[in-house]
């Protein structure tokens, strides 16, 4: 892979984070992402175990950049509890 190939690459990946934190997640979004019910997210948040969020008034949103970094994290946990 030549220097160019990875610097095009990684301004492809500066765009797609930038992007990631512009974007913000509804409840049900975020519940669609992992394919639980809508309640779970509810759960996750009251118990303060799930991904950041913001309320505006009466509703919840996730940017997905710490939703994201939540996933990460969550990745890291398990492959340490596995090894």
């Known amino acids: 892979m030549s ?3 990875c610097v095009g690459a990684r301004k492809d990946v500066n765009a797609m984070e930038a992007n990631a934190e512009d974007r913000w997640l509804s ?3 975020l519940a669609d992402r992992y394919g639980v019910p ?3 997210p509810a759960v996750w948040a ?3 175990t799930g991904p950041r969020y913001a309320k505006f008034g009466r509703h919840v949103r996730y940017r997905l950049s710490d939703v994201i970094d939540w996933e990460s994290m969550r990745f890291a ?6 090894a």
């Open 27 to 29: 409840r049900q979004e």
């Open 38 to 40: 809508v309640k779970t």
């Open 3 to 5: 220097f160019n190939t």
């Open 77 to 82: 946990e398990n492959n340490r509890s596995s």
């Open 46 to 48: 009251s118990k303060g």
